[in-house]
């Protein structure tokens, strides 16, 4: 079967009996042409001389782009193939072909998205604000500010710190054990300025809200003396942010990725950072490293005597 009817068949498919709706069917259409096209093109007017590095190339072509096509991202690339694999599966499973030659061809990998750190100074002026927070009651402060400068001197996971139990910290040895993805568990040191928040916590705040409860042994406490949940903890940090005249989008690993970027630009070896964090890999440890790229250009730009042209 020519493959302008193999085609115009799946696409028949889609709209009897898989019902897909008109927008979608016009994305397939229009993708499915571009398609049709390029094998044309190509000299290719047969389903059986289509190969695997025939699909890869048309992937390859909707990167780059050509004289009637601007280079397409790689989600939009990613949505072309998709029509792509589907009328080759399509095809396959009809008898038309023998063989799927899309089957093993890959979508691009769209780009990482950098965390979003904050500055060191923005990060003390949240740990300041809640601190400082007059709103609230003093035993709530107390603890808002005992988490906040837990996780920003831990770099835990907001899950790992509403998940602690008191015996989980040692204040005097200054360490913590934290219990991440899978339950892995990892122990990692607690810094000063967190120590005598938690201190402080637990010596003026943590009683009263006990009293409040069941007797929880968690560590961090709500209002009502039970385990603070994670919502609460991001409403936290989300109203010490606003206190502290913070615009930007706050999410609740921006202390986290803020943790392990001003490590790496303080000089920590990434693989440190990666035992800190507790991933698995230290290739997701790693993109922390290109937000350092930034910082490492203003200062070359800024430093350097032939950095730029006069």
């Known amino acids: 079967m020519s493959i302008g009817r193999a085609v115009s068949a799946y696409l028949d498919h889609l709209t009897v009996e898989r ?51 601007p280079p397409l991202t790689a989600s939009s690339a990613g949505r072309t193939l998709v029509a792509v ?69 831990t770099g835990a996971r907001i899950s790992e710190a509403v998940g602690l139990a008191v015996d989980d910290i040692d204040l005097e040895a200054g360490a913590v054990l934290l219990r991440g993805k899978g339950s892995k568990e990892r122990v990692v040191p607690v810094g000063s300025y967190a120590r005598d928040a938690l201190s402080a916590y637990q010596v003026r705040g943590r009683p009263d809200l006990v009293q409040r409860g069941r007797g929880t042994p968690a560590l961090f406490l709500n209002a009502r003396g039970g385990r603070l949940s994670r919502q609460s903890a991001w409403t936290v940090l989300r109203r010490a942010a606003q206190r ?17 970027t001003h490590l790496l630009d303080g000089g920590a070896d990434v ?40």
């Open 19 to 69: 019902g897909l709706a008109a927008n979608t069917l016009a994305s397939y259409r229009r993708d499915l042409r571009r398609y049709d096209g390029y094998l044309a093109a190509a000299g290719i007017d047969d389903l059986g001389r289509v190969t695997e590095a025939v699909v890869s190339d048309f992937l390859m072509r909707l990167r780059e782009g050509d004289a009637d096509h």
């Open 85 to 153: 694999r589907g009328f080759h599966r399509f095809c396959r499973r009809e008898g038309l072909t023998a063989v799927d030659p899309a089957a093993a061809v890959k979508p691009p990998a769209p780009p990482q998205r950098l965390p979003k750190a904050l500055s060191v100074d923005e990060v003390t002026r949240i740990l300041a604000a809640a601190a400082g927070a007059e709103a609230e009651p003093a035993v709530l402060a107390t603890r808002d500010a005992a988490l906040l400068e837990f996780l920003y001197g």
């Open 244 to 260: 502290a005249g913070i615009a930007k989008e706050i999410s609740p690993h921006t202390l986290r990725h803020s943790f392990a």
């Open 271 to 310: 693989r440190v950072v990666q035992e800190l964090l507790g991933h698995a890999s230290v290739t997701t440890t790693q993109v922390y490293t290109l937000v350092t790229v930034d910082k490492l250009r203003e200062v070359y730009a800024t430093s350097h005597p032939r950095a730029l042209s006069s």
